[in-house]
């Protein structure tokens, strides 16, 4: 008998569980009412804890928000933020003055290195109809060399994100977006230049993964030791192996070995995160990810004293006005606008 592909199967939680280079993975999934004049929820927050709002109620959430929904000004440090936005937008502020609005399938790599404020407020643009808001963070490590490189952010336009399409031996449809590393012969746009990910040898790959109903498919092997999580987050069951898997479970996978996903009757998404282990000590508190609590302790030191170059923003959920353009502007001055 081969040994299995599947080393482990667990319930999702919140956030999901990740492996090394991973630190954290969450998807939020809102479907938030019309908007106001405000840019926030045109309903009322009654029964809401506002400022720490993540009970799902009436099917949306204002997380740390109390006008916008989404998380203001709040610092990072030793590591990256990965977002992926499918439905919705989000306004991006940060403490080196760069902003920017990102939606659409795009995806902003941000690495927060030495330290960083940012801001990221969901606004609610649609007075007359619902704003649904879906997107993936995912916080990637950095090794000891790189906690402290200068911080900064790139954007991955959804225009530039491959989407490959399959086809099983029964012609049902396989999607795949490439948000990192490569699917066969297709190559996400780079990443931040300092990222674990920047170093194809560290085989760190990105995949949401989109099945047709009763779709097959065969994920490809991988000849260097890596990590490897596959996220069901959608659907009703898929079948690997001799295991039937709900919804809402993590497949931690040998990459070395060949593994079919055979999906259930309803269409399903999945979320595939890979790479080679920094395999390094990881001491975490909050928003800083260090190497031992000493770090932590500095960099909570650091924060006190600098807020890591202050807040130019007039407002700490700092949003960009009702257009609805997407946008880039970086602390070099560059600009970059989309629509």
């Known amino acids: 008998m081969n040994p299995s592909a599947i080393r482990q199967i667990k319930k999702l939680g919140f956030p999901w569980i990740t492996q090394d280079p991973f630190l954290f993975c969450v998807h939020h999934l809102d479907y938030y009412p019309k908007g106001n004049d405000k840019l926030g929820p045109g309903a009322s927050l009654a029964g809401r804890n506002i400022g720490n709002d993540f009970a799902i109620k009436d099917g949306w959430r204002m997380y740390h928000g109390d006008t916008v929904p989404g998380f203001p000004a709040h610092p990072h440090r030793g590591f990256e933020t990965v977002t992926f936005v499918l439905q919705g937008l989000v306004d991006h502020a940060d403490s080196n003055g760069a902003a920017g609005r990102y939606g659409n399938r795009d995806v902003q790599w941000m690495t927060a290195g030495s330290g960083l404020q940012h801001s990221e407020m969901f606004p609610l ?13 995912i916080w990637l490590n950095l090794p000891a060399v790189k906690k402290f490189v200068a911080p900064m952010y790139k954007m991955l336009w959804g225009e530039t994100i491959p989407k490959v399409t399959l086809k099983d031996n029964q012609q049902k449809t396989i999607e ?3 948000v990192a590393g490569k699917y066969n012969t297709h190559s996400a ?6 990222s674990w990910a920047a170093n194809t040898e560290n085989e760190v790959n990105i995949w949401q993964i989109k099945l047709e109903e009763n779709a097959v498919w065969e994920i490809p092997t991988n000849f260097t030791k890596v990590n490897r999580s596959l996220y069901f987050f959608e659907g009703e069951t898929i079948t690997s192996e001799t295991n039937v898997i709900q919804q809402n479970h993590v ?29 390094e000590p990881v001491a975490s508190y909050g928003p800083f ?6 770090e932590i302790e500095q960099a909570f030191s650091d924060y006190r004293k600098t807020r890591f170059g202050g807040w130019p923003w007039p407002r700490t959920d700092m949003v960009h006005g009702k257009e609805k353009r997407r946008f880039a502007r970086f602390d070099t001055g560059e600009e970059t606008i989309k629509d």
Do not use: C, H, W, Y
């Not at 497949?251 to 395999?279: H, M, S, W, Y």
């Open 289 to 294: 990810v260090m190497n031992n609590m000493a």
């Open 189 to 194: 746009p780079a990443p931040a230049p300092d």
């Open 251 to 279: 497949l931690e996978l040998d990459a070395f070995r060949e593994v079919t996903i055979q999906n259930g009757n309803k269409p399903a998404r999945l979320l595939l995160l890979q790479g080679k282990p920094i395999d």
């Open 125 to 137: 643009l649609n007075e007359d109809s619902g704003n649904t808001f879906e997107l993936f963070q």
């Open 176 to 178: 795949i977006d490439v």
